[in-house]
């Protein structure tokens, strides 16, 4: 394994260039970064602190920093130091810059503000926490999609992800023998998606969940052909009811909700006047 040091550099809250970092770095096999996160950096005082940083552990520079004269102070002494500083942003924006004809405000963290956009983050969030697990049921019209599986689909952290897009996502167990709510099988306005996977991911996944628990007592929760029986019947539940089905089984979280989100453009595109 080949470690190296590895400097993320922010003057807002250091999700873009995490996430810009972890993209990459999945590309490469056998590699351990360090990483040294620095968030928040917006004065010079602060850009010292960075700098030391990386003069202690010399390593590659990422950075997404829209102030000139932290940027240019960044790279002159990067360059001394002769390790590669990136600033991750720079083609994005300088195309957009020459498609649009306009120059950039130079504001930092301008993603964050405290706008119509972020207020519908919050209120889609606290929407999915209320909705969790089949919680409420009797305001489920106002949800823009509710998402209808067998345990361990991993319905609740696709709604928490949905919920952090502007996305009020609801989500409701399907358990054998027992008849969804009624407020579910009348729904109009939301997208309504049924979660499944395989029956045999389904049983490695609930055992790990049983042994997280201390719970190793063998039941029909982790029995291969009770499984199997339990996802035949939810897919045909979904499919009576003309909901698209999406299978979770190889999807992370994020390819998962990326799934529900098209579906949700699609839908909305084909009753748009």
Not at 41 to 57: F, T, Y
Not at 149 to 157: E, I, M, N
Request: contains cysteine; aromatic residues 4%.
């Amino acid at each position: 394994m080949k470690l190296f040091h590895l400097h993320l550099i922010s003057d807002a809250t250091g999700e873009t260039i995490n996430a810009v970092a972890r993209a990459c770095l999945v590309q490469f096999e056998d590699v351990e970064p360090v990483e040294h996160t620095w968030s928040m950096v917006r004065s010079e005082r602060q850009l010292q602190k960075v700098m030391d940083g990386i003069a202690a552990n010399p390593g590659l520079v990422l950075f997404t920093l829209v102030d000139d004269r932290l940027r240019h102070m960044l790279e002159e002494r990067c360059r001394a130091l002769t390790v590669p500083c990136i600033s991750v942003l720079d083609p994005v924006l300088g195309a957009l810059g020459a498609f649009l004809r306009t120059a950039m405000r130079h504001i930092p963290g301008r993603q964050h503000v405290l706008d119509s956009e972020y207020f519908a983050r919050i209120e889609a969030m606290n929407y999915g926490m209320a909705h969790d697990d089949g919680q409420a049921t009797r305001d489920l019209e106002s949800a823009d999609v509710v998402l209808i599986g067998v345990s361990r689909t991993s319905k609740t952290p696709t709604c928490l992800y949905l919920a952090n897009r502007g996305i009020k996502a609801a989500n409701i167990p399907y358990v054998p023998g027992v008849p969804l709510p009624a407020e579910v099988e009348n729904l109009r306005a939301p997208l309504v998606v049924g979660l499944t996977a395989d029956p045999n991911a389904l049983v490695q996944v609930r055992r790990n969940r049983l042994r997280m628990i201390n719970d190793t007592e063998d039941t029909s929760y982790t029995d291969i052909e009770n499984v199997k029986a339990e996802v035949g019947e939810a897919r045909k539940l979904f499919t009576r009811h003309g909901w698209p089905i999406l299978d979770v089984t190889r999807r992370s979280i994020e390819e998962t909700a990326a799934a529900v989100m098209q579906m949700i453009a699609e839908r909305r595109e084909k009753v748009a006047p």
